[in-house]
């Protein structure tokens, strides 16, 4: 299972900081990703990170948002800085092993206002 929290109301230009921790699954072996969908488009790919760190971002967050990970804590972050009004969305985070998914967490809601 995996438990995303965070999310909330702020302002344009600012800051929040996402958590999905991970129970019942080898944290360490899985590629974790952070996802989002606002309402009326498809789900899409906001951040990832392999089990060695390695990272990749979606051209939109590009140096503003920073993914993380945890293995001691099976902690998977995502820290969102500047944030826009068209980041507003829910946000999933999701663990895959071996290219299947494992998990998919329940969401949090981030809404930026203008």
């Known amino acids: 299972q995996l438990q995303a929290s965070g999310g909330g109301l702020v302002q344009a230009g600012g800051s929040l900081r996402l958590s999905c921790a991970a129970s019942g699954l080898i944290f360490s072996i899985n590629d974790m990703a952070w996802y989002r969908q606002a309402p009326g488009k498809q789900r899409e790919l906001v951040a990832a990170?392999?089990?060695?760190?390695?990272?990749n971002y979606a051209d939109s967050v590009k140096g503003r948002f920073t993914i993380s990970r945890d293995n001691a804590k099976s902690t998977v972050y995502l820290q969102m800085n500047s944030l826009k009004p068209e980041d507003t969305a829910v946000y999933y985070c999701?663990?895959?092993?071996?290219?299947?998914?494992?998990?998919w967490g329940q969401g949090t809601q981030v809404t930026v206002s203008s």
């Open positions: 999701n663990a895959v092993y071996g290219g299947r998914v494992s998990a």
């Open positions: 990170i392999t089990p060695v760190e390695s990272t």
